[in-house]
Structures are given as C-alpha cells and as structure tokens.
C-alpha cells in the first residue's frame, strides 16, 4: 500500500505499488477488519480470537525463518516490498500462493499450545509450500498449464528443504520424502496417469488444467527432482538450479530429465545378482500392457562388504554391470537412500539375503532403504512380478524395528490387504498375525501412551501414533481397553487427559467402541465453534468411526448442509466414511446419488472424491457400478474416471490370485485358532 485518505465522507481512497509483471491467476485482494501480527518479514491476518490468543504466533515465527532461507538458497531476495499472510476460516485449498497475499485455510496457519505437537509438522510443510512458490511459479511462471510440475513439484522438493532448515531437530526431511514417493507410485502405475509434462495442446480446458493438480506433479515432480539433486550432487543441484546443464557437467540433464518428465509413469529394474545382469521396464500394475518407453536411470548400488557406487542404465537391453554381482553370496542393495523414482527387483537368492540381514539385523540396511524394500516387494505382487509370501515374509522383521519409515510402509501396503480381504475370511487369522507384529511396537511405546505423553524425539511421535492405530484396531487387549477408559473419562468428568498428538486415534476407538451416546457426545462437541481446527479434524473422524449405519448415513447428509458440516471438511468426512468397512458403500452411493451437487461445490476436487470412494473396490460388481457411472456422466475420456476403473481391475485380479496364499500364510504366521 502507497497511500490512503479521504475523499469525503462517504468515500475513502487507497492505492497500491504498481505490481510487478506476473501472470493474473496470482492477483488477489483482501478486504476484512481483521487484525494482524508481524515481524520484520510479514503480516499476518487473522480472526480476532486467534491474534489474541496467539495462535499465528507460531506460523508467523516460522515465515521469517523460511523467507530467509529461501532468499539465500536462490540468492534473489524476496522481490516485492510486503508479504501478507491471511487466514480464511473456509477455503477449499490448504492454501494459495497469490503474490504478496498468500491465502490460508486456518488449519494450515493456527497453533493453539492445546494442539498436537505433529500438527506443527502440516504448518511448516504448508507455509514452506507456499513461500518457495513466491519464486517458483510467481518470480518464474510456467509457460502453460501443461508444466504445473514446474510451479509444484519444484515447491514441494523446495519445502522438504524448508522444513529442515525451519525445524533442524525434527529430523523431517527423510520422512516427508519417503510419504511424497509412497503415495505418488501407485497412481503413476496405472496406464491411465499422465506425464508430468504432458503436450501443451492436450491441456486445454478447465477440467484438463484441474487435472494437471494431481500427486504427479506435487510428489512425483519433488522425487524426480530429488533423484535429479542425487545424481548431479546436492551442490551441484543447489549452484545450477538456473543452469542445470551448465552444472551437469558430463551430465546431459535435459537428456535425462525429458525421459522422466515427458512419458508417463516409471520403470522397475530386474538385477541377476549372480551374474550382474540389469534391464528395465515400465512398472504397471498390469503387466500385460506392452510399453516401449526407456529410462535414464541413475542408480546408486552397495553390497554388504563395499561402499556404495554409481551406475546409469539408459538402454531397455540386459546389461552386465560388475556392481550388481554378488560374492560369496553376500546382499547386494540398489537404489541407496531411495534417492531414485523406480521400484527393484531381484533373484530369490537375494531377496533371502536381504530379509535375512534385515531379520539378524535391520540397522544395516539403511532406513529409508528398509521402507523401499517393503513398498517395492508389495506392489511387485501386486504387478506379478513376484510370490506374495515373500512379501507377507518381509515385514517378520518390523518385530526388531521400531523406525518409522519401515512401519509407514508396511502399514501402507498392509492397509491394501485389509481393504481387499477385511470383508472375507482372511480377516480373522489377519488381525491374529497384525496384533502378533505389532506388540513389540506398542510395547515400545506403552509407558508414554498409558501415562498420556508423547516420546520429546519427534521423528519417533508419529510412530507412537502408528502402534496405537494397528494395535487397536487389531483388537490388542491392552490397547483397546486404554483407549476406551481415556474416552470415557474424558465423557464421564469432563476433563480430556488425551494428549492432543494421541486423539485423532483414541477418539476413533471410542465412538467404534461406543453407542448412541458417544456418538452424540463428538457431535456436540464438533460443533462447538471455538473449537481449534486440528480438534475439529479429530472429531470429524472419530464421527465416522461408528459401526452404525443409521449414523454415518446422517453424517453423510449433514455433508449437504454447510451449517451443519463446513465445506472445507465435506471430502475428508466423505473420505473417512469410505474407509470404514462399514460405509464404504454409503459413501459410493451417496457421492452417486449427489454427483450434480458435487460438480457444482467440488469442482476442483472430483478427483480426490472419486478416487477416495471406490479405492475398496475388488469385486466384479463394484467393476460394472463404475463403468455404467462413467457412461452415465458421458465421463468415457475422464482420466480420473479411468483411473478408478484401471485401480478396480486390477483389485479384483489380485483377490483372485492371492485371497487363498494369503489366508494359509495369516494362519501358519498367527497360529490362528491354534
């Protein structure tokens, strides 16, 4: 702002610095009575009640820390002369990088010191996001909507960076790369997802430029770009990030970066440890389809006895490479730090000697390659590519590991097989073997949970959370009877000991242990208007935790009514209702039977909705419910329709191979029933 006055009365004036050229969609205006907080850096607006209970304290300290990290990374200071922040009580989006107005949903800027510490990790994360993108996408824009990945996957790699430099302790960066990879693969392993940079004329109308905000631009462009750090060196990356073919040395990045950002989907790489021999090919999970496609693929491989090398595979021709031979059949590991966008396999003898190591001792396989080799394995069953008793074999070793990586990727992978079998008879031996797993782990963790703390390391809350949810949720003992005498405490006196990081779990298992009365206690208390939005979000959930399916039909309603569920919450209740075996066909019916009122409020987020609700799909009947949908809706060329339909077919393939191994692997592993 340049000036402001009066004209008269009725009429007050106020102009602005000319802005800087920039492209429209980053235009914005704010007009409230809110008041605000600064520091030297920026302005942060907000409702009243959180300014003064200082609840941007927080996000506002961790501004001035990323903005000046981000001025000396780039070496080009921060090019306007103010930045606003301001926090919207309702916006569809996390947030929004509008130039010098970034806009933010109260989630993703609100601290109340009554909150979970992990909260603290979404608000670096978002508010990290937004200001990388004040230089990638508003100082440098994408020429058209068909390179949203350079705007996005560049803020995402950029506000893993952030994070560590915001927060040094929380040992982050490692763990937010790890989640970005895990949950981009399986979209990009459907023939129906999209190159990050796909031709310009095949982006070019609104749903088209919506669908370009996919997980293949935030993660798969963050990983691709971190696999693109790794190989030319973290400085390296760091000094050419305006040049990068200058600093690529004998490197030929464009050469390289055009096979992972102009074709569709990424390769799996087959090593014969015996003999050296590595080839590529395009991973799907349908391994019929016929695919030319080649990659440039920096590997970074080590044995059990030698340090780690550096081998590039460009051709889709078997090749012999010494630094894949075993000797003296000892392990041999690619892909070192996970730092590469592809899966691996190897011969049998070597998957024995990995899990052997990983048995006798975990430690010597590094931590983000313990959650790889997990991730890898189930998703290689999944394509067919192995047994799936070597993956089931796989996770007997998480009884010695108590890191977080392994176990997010190996409740991740598990999580399918529970949403393809909790409806049959393998669920029964299933939570046997998953109750046996995880006791270790809450073990681990017991003397916190019981006493209502959290371990003061933060990479190892999240893990704490994990026991938790697994172990409930499997019908531990011990674990349900906590979680239900916090519950019942918090109803019976008022008081809620449920330390904040803990209740998005224990709410759940309260009101799925419950009745009526704990159910309608949640919804009283979501409600409450001065209830912080993380409290909210655990409240949200825990209303569609319920076995009752009166229940969650009214919870789906109050969805159509904003004054009962807020728009920004609609799709994450809609989601978690989808997830509860019990209303996962509620949900299907329900976003069906409202697909007009959707398309006209969720526009932007169809994609998220679809894919969230039909994610369960495994048999032959959910299969034709979709396709006479798609027809329905006129939807045949809807790549996320597709998507969905792909996703399902390839579910009921892997029920149908796998349903019988996998009860006779659950109850041999669990002595179920014996």
């Known amino acids: 702002m340049a000036d402001s006055g009066l004209i008269d009365d009725d009429w007050q004036y106020t102009s602005f610095f000319p802005t800087k050229r920039m492209s429209t969609y980053l235009l914005a205006f704010a007009v ?45 200071n921060y090019p306007l002369q103010k930045l606003d922040q301001f926090v919207v009580t309702d916006h569809r989006a996390a ?63 950029m506000s893993n960076l952030g994070m560590e430099h915001a927060e040094p302790t929380w040992n982050i960066r490692e763990m937010k790369e790890m989640s970005q990879r895990l949950s981009v693969f399986e979209i990009d392993s459907l023939n129906s997802s999209h ?14 430029i919506g669908n370009m905000f996919s997980s293949i631009s935030y993660y798969k462009g963050g990983v ?34 055009n096979t ?51 081998v590039l595979l460009d051709t889709d021709s ?53 959650a790889q080799l997990i991730d890898d394995v189930f998703n290689l069953v999944r394509a067919k590519l192995v047994n799936v008793t070597l993956a089931l074999n796989i996770t007997r070793f998480l009884r010695n590991d108590t890191a977080y990586m392994p176990w997010d990727a190996a409740i991740t992978n598990l999580n399918y097989f529970v949403a393809m079998l909790d409806r049959s008879i393998v669920n029964g031996p299933m939570q046997a073997y998953m109750r046996k797993l995880v006791t270790p782990l809450y073990i681990h963790f017991q003397n916190y949970t019981d006493n209502c703390s959290i371990p003061q390391d933060f990479s190892e809350q999240p893990n704490q959370l994990h026991a ?22 918090w109803i019976m006196n008022g008081t809620n000991r449920i330390h904040p990081n803990l209740r998005f779990v224990i709410y759940c298992q309260g009101v799925a242990a419950g009745g009526d009365s704990e159910w309608e206690f949640v919804w009283r208390m979501y409600q409450n208007s001065s209830i912080i939005p993380p409290e909210k979000d655990n409240l949200g959930h825990a209303l569609t935790c319920t076995n009752r399916i009166w229940q969650l039909n009214r919870l789906l309603d109050y969805c159509l009514d904003l004054d009962m569920i807020p728009n920004m919450d609609v799709l994450e209740i809609i989601g978690h209702v989808a997830a509860n075996p019990v209303g996962q066909a509620l949900a299907w019916n329900f976003v069906r039977a409202h697909w007009t009122f959707f398309i006209e409020n969720y526009r932007p987020s169809l994609t998220h909705v679809l894919l969230t609700v039909t994610k369960r799909f495994s048999t032959d009947f959910e299969l034709q419910e979709l396709k006479q949908f798609q027809v329905a809706h006129n939807a045949s060329e809807n790549m996320v329709m597709n998507q969905a339909i792909e996703r399902t077919r390839a579910n009921i393939e892997w029920v149908k191979e796998n349903k019988q191994p996998v009860l006779e692997w659950f109850w041999t592993e669990s002595n179920f029933g014996g």
Not at 269 to 292: C, P
């Open 95 to 157: 947030a929004m990088e509008n130039w010098g107005l970034i806009v933010y949903e109260e989630s993703g800027m609100l601290f109340d010191e009554g909150a979970s510490e992990l909260h603290k990790e979404w608000i670096v994360d978002v508010v990290a996001h937004e200001l990388a993108h004040q230089w990638f996408g508003n100082l440098v824009t994408m020429s058209w909507w068909n390179d949203v990945w350079l705007n996005e996957g560049f803020s995402t790699y």
């Open 468 to 489: 938790i949810q697994l172990a409930c949720s499997n019908e531990l003992p011990e674990c349900q009877t906590m979680a239900i005498n916090l519950f019942r405490h």
């Open 195 to 208: 190159p990050l940079s796909p031709p310009a004329d095949d982006i070019q109308t609104s749903f088209q």
């Open 32 to 76: 409230s009575q809110f008041p605000y907080t600064s520091d030297v850096s920026s302005r942060t607006y907000a409702r009243k009640e959180a300014i003064e209970a200082g609840q941007v304290d927080y996000s506002t300290k961790v501004t001035g820390k990323l903005l000046k990290f981000f001025e000396e990374y780039f070496d080009i």
């Open 318 to 370: 078997p090749v012999k490479k010494d630094a894949f031979i075993s000797k003296e059949g000892e392990w041999v590991l690619a892909n070192i730090n996970a730092s590469g966008y592809f899966r691996v396999n190897y011969n049998p003898e070597n998957w024995r000697s990995l899990m052997n190591q990983l048995e006798k001792s975990p430690a010597a396989i590094p931590v983000m390659n313990r």
């Open 260 to 310: 992972w950002t102009q074709q569709t989907g990424y390769p799996v790489i087959t090593i014969n440890t015996t003999n050296g021999e590595i080839y590529q090919k395009q991973f799907t999970l349908n391994q019929s389809t016929v695919s030319s496609r080649v990659w440039h693929i920096p590997i970074r491989v080590m044995s059990e006895t030698s340090k780690p090398t550096f």
């Open 224 to 257: 691709v770009l971190r696999m693109l750090a790794d190989l030319l060196t973290e400085p390296v990356f760091h000094a050419g990030i305006k040049a990068l073919d200058e600093a690529g040395g004998n490197i030929n990045v464009a050469e390289v970066m």
